[in-house]
């Protein structure tokens, strides 16, 4: 059984003790997200790609406020992954976090592993 861990610590990882175990590696389904409830009380999209990679970014919409990145449609342009919301479909880069719709927002990514 692996896990999957978030660093709570987007900005430096490798600090001792800011992973979090998220859920069963298994358990992600490709394509889909699903939210997962930080200690701070923050919300992160967990997501799987069709690929096999997994990526993790703030669940906070921060067009409408509303936590629901987790549930937005996953695809690809030009090569970068993104999730669209469900609400207003504005599309966040999974790597970076940055929106491909309007230069000025982005959302926090946080570094996912494989324990």
Known sequence: ???LELSLSPE???????WLAVCEEARLTPGRG??????????????????GRTYAIDNRDPFTGAQVLSRGLVGS?????????????????LET??????DEVAVTVFPVRVA
């Open 1 to 3: 059984m692996t896990t």
């Open 12 to 18: 430096s990882p490798e600090s001792p003790g800011s």
């Open 34 to 51: 699903v939210a997962a409830l930080l200690p701070d009380g923050r919300q992160a999209a967990v997501f799987r790609d069709r690929a």
């Open 77 to 93: 342009a030009d090569g970068r992954p993104f999730v669209a919301s469900p609400l207003l479909k504005q599309r966040f880069d």
């Open 97 to 102: 976090g940055r929106c491909l719709d309007d």
